[in-house]
């Protein structure tokens, strides 16, 4: 399968220029102190996912490294976080999903990240001594398949390159072995807030069945300025 167009920066600067179903629910921050801008940036209802994330994979993997919890506490813990994590997930991205036709990658994340909860529960409640010294290589080996499943989708040589980066990082968390949950984390959470600042690239727009025509009227008119847009910085 070839990931077009190629001619598209893996990553970038965010485009302005965003399709009707990337502006449902799109956050502005604008953080100043007196006339003087910290922080400005905008997040889409994908971006805001891979927030959520990125701050529930640290929190998780940060705790089991650092608080002196028992198994049984962090896994509830754990659990009930991703419990959360994977409702807002299909929440904020079911219409993003459904435009672009893609229900079925929401399906598969759930899917993984159902199955990762239930194995680490078990090996945790079970005593499983297998999954318990393999908890870091399981999780970053379930999220290097949800990115492969999420390149082929959306053709995004951006999400291949993640599933890479994890991958890697199962093969060097031997040279960490006191610290494999702090650097398991940083793994997962770094890579998911570097996608919700960039812009990735991705297949070219489909038909969307879903909107009006005036929507897709205002959709053909936004790629007509992306395109404006890659050209100049070309």
């Known amino acids: 399968m070839t990931f077009i167009p190629l001619t598209q920066p893996l990553l970038r600067e965010k485009q302005q220029d965003l399709d009707f179903q990337d502006l449902q629910g799109l956050l502005r921050i604008n953080a100043k102190i007196g006339k003087v801008t910290i922080f400005s940036g905008f997040y889409t209802r994908i ?14 993997f940060i705790s089991a490294q650092f608080l002196a919890l028992s198994w049984q506490t962090q896994a509830i813990i754990w659990s009930t976080f991703s419990a959360f994590g ?4 299909m929440l904020l991205t079911w219409f ?11 399906y598969s994340w759930f899917v993984l990240m159902f199955g990762g909860i239930v194995i680490t529960d078990l090996g945790i409640f079970l005593g499983w001594a297998q ?14 398949l949800g990115y492969i499943i999420t390149a082929l989708a959306v053709r ?40 919700a600042e960039m812009q990735w690239d991705m297949r070219p727009p ?11 009227q205002f959709n053909r008119e936004q790629q007509q300025q992306r395109l404006l847009s890659l050209q100049k910085n070309i």
């Open 206 to 216: 489909i038909e969307y069945s879903l909107l009006s025509a005036e929507q897709k």
């Open 131 to 144: 999954v318990l010294i393999n908890l870091c290589p399981i999780w970053l080996s379930l999220c290097a």
């Open 96 to 106: 993003w999903v459904s435009v672009e036709r893609l229900r079925w990658l929401v």
């Open 156 to 195: 995004s040589r951006a999400f291949l390159l993640m599933a890479i980066i994890h991958l890697l990082g199962i093969g060097i968390l031997p040279l960490f072995s006191g610290w494999q949950f702090l650097s398991t984390g940083l793994v997962m959470s770094v890579s998911l807030l570097l996608l």
């Open 47 to 60: 971006d805001q996912v891979f927030i959520l994330w990125g701050l529930i994979c640290g929190a998780i």
């Open 86 to 89: 994977t409702l807002g997930m």
